[in-house]
T-cell receptor, first 111, second 113 residues
Framework: KAGVTQTPRYLIKTRGQQVTLSCSPI?????VSWYQQTPGQGLQFLFE???????NKGNFPGRFSGRQFSNSRSEMNVSTLELGDSALYLC??????????FGQGTRLTVV | DQQVKQNSPSLSVQEGRISILNCDYT??????FLWYKKYPAEGPTFLIS?????DKNEDGRFTVFLNKSAKHLSLHIVPSQPGDSAVYFC????????????FGGGTRVLVKP
């Protein structure tokens, strides 16, 4: 069974640009959530999608958005990138209210 | 406000001995707790979890203990192996909050051969 797949693995963007990251959950998992990991703030919850609906949202500005498609694949978008958005972005999928399985992440560098 | 705290940023242990990692939480709504292992530039790998209705869960070399009254959980790794060297995160969720995991800051474990 394939795990959670995130693309791309690495990305370099310029301040002010926007970026879209993609996540394919484990087959059959309908819940997808996104996290940001930075050295200063640790692992922080961004948002969660379930059956194409945002079910939960963390404390991030509106520049961070996401969506989920009918096949449960999810994308997150960050607009007007800032240097502080440089981070490892992690996607996790979950079957039920139990353990979440993470992808390898997308390393975003904003220059 | 850190709702989940791992007060030891690092831990060094000899191969074959026990590693004990601690985690404290403040939110009494948390009802499910998880431990993850993470290598640099990779996603966390799920290790073991425990529901708030239990006080112990065991899986091979890994055992998690939960003390609800103290709002404290711990992960025991016995015996520790060099491959266990990584950063360990505890995480908690509240059932009504869906899939939101609140993570501790992590504990870096070094297992010396």
């Amino acid at each position: 069974k394939a795990g959670v797949t995130q693309t791309p693995r690495y990305l370099i963007k310029t301040r002010g640009q926007q970026v879209t990251l993609s996540c394919s959950p484990i087959s059959g998992h309908r819940s997808v959530s996104w996290y940001q990991q930075t050295p200063g703030q640790g692992l922080q919850f961004l948002f969660e999608y379930f059956s194409e609906t945002q079910r939960n949202k963390g404390n991030f500005p509106g520049r961070f958005s996401g969506r989920q498609f009918s096949n449960s694949r999810s994308e997150m978008n960050v607009s007007t990138l800032e240097l502080g958005d440089s981070a490892l972005y992690l996607c996790a999928s979950r079957l039920t209210e139990t353990e979440a399985f993470f992808g390898q992440g997308t390393r975003l560098t904003v220059v | 406000d850190q709702q989940v705290k791992q007060n030891s940023p690092s831990l060094s242990v000899q191969e074959g001995r026990i590693s004990i990692l601690n985690c404290d939480y403040t939110n009494s709504m948390f009802d499910y707790f998880l431990w993850y292992k993470k290598y640099p530039a990779e996603g966390p790998t799920f290790l073991i979890s425990i529901s708030s209705i239990k006080d112990k869960n065991e899986d091979g070399r890994f055992t998690v203990f939960l003390n609800k009254s103290a709002k404290h959980l711990s992960l025991h790794i016995v015996p520790s192996q060099p491959g266990d060297s990584a950063v360990y995160f505890c995480a908690a969720s509240a059932g009504a909050a869906g899939n939101k995991l609140t993570f501790g800051g992590g504990t870096r474990v070094l297992v010396k051969p």
